[in-house]
């Protein structure tokens, strides 16, 4: 097994070969015919409407219902021919279950390889669109059996570690759009102020909050 980890505190020469190391996947993504930058992916649900729809669903079963979504990735786990991803989109997250079967039958047109080059290209970090249908493990985890895929954004950089977060203040601050990635509360926060600020703010031809 293989599994994906980013230490807190990492030196200016490390994250330097880290971006070199995904250039090069930029590259290799490139030459098998593939946009690692792509600007479009029909999303159909997202991961909270998903929890919440299939909250009942018995550990073992699956949903033959096609979904399609889009997401950061947040942990990645290969185990050979299976691999488990953890994708966060805006509402929460959700398991990507990837069996290399299922992938190189729903792939076969487009990449006869389909499966290790999932494994070997991506990224704890790089955006990812998935199609596929709904599972649940036999260890209870509501999952998105894929068979459909695509790098929608290649991440140069790695995220903060996944226990210690971001930490430091000052860098918060700095790396605001990093905060917002990796901690959940920093964006609700974020969301709710901006509901806020358009309840309050006022529109064109109505008055403001003291009648003007």
């Known amino acids: 097994m293989s599994s994906d980890s980013n230490r807190p ?8 070969e880290i971006r070199a190391a995904r250039l090069q996947k930029v590259e290799e993504l490139k030459q098998l015919g593939f946009n690692p930058f792509a600007y479009r992916w029909e999303v159909t649900d997202c991961t909270a ?3 919440a729809k299939y909250a009942a669903l018995a550990a073992g079963e699956e949903v033959d219902v096609q979904v399609s979504l889009a997401g950061r990735i947040l942990a990645r786990r290969v185990f050979g021919k299976l691999a488990f991803f953890s994708l966060q989109d805006e ?20 990449d006869g390889d389909a499966f290790n080059h999932l494994k ?11 199609k596929g249908t709904i599972k ?5 985890e509501l999952s998105i059996k894929v068979r459909e895929y695509a790098v929608l954004t290649k ?3 790695p995220l903060p570690d ?6 430091d203040v000052a860098k918060r601050y700095r790396q605001r759009y990093v905060d917002l990635i990796v901690n959940p509360t920093v964006r609700d926060t974020f969301r709710k102020r901006a509901l806020i600020t358009t309840g309050i703010s006022p529109l064109p031809g109505r008055p403001g909050l003291f009648g003007n």
Not at 9 to 16: F, K, R, T, V
Not at 93 to 106: E, M, N, R, S
Not at 136 to 140: A, M, Q, S, W
């Open 49 to 51: 409407d998903l929890q």
């Open 9 to 16: 505190g990492q030196s200016a020469s490390s994250l330097e």
């Open 120 to 130: 070997q290209l991506t990224d704890v970090g790089d955006i990812l669109g998935v």
């Open 155 to 157: 991440s140069l950089l």
């Open 162 to 167: 996944k226990w210690h977060g971001l930490t």
């Open 136 to 140: 649940r493990t036999e260890k209870g």
């Open 91 to 110: 509402s929460g997250t959700i398991q990507l279950y990837l069996d290399k079967q299922d992938i190189q039958a729903g792939m076969a047109a487009l």
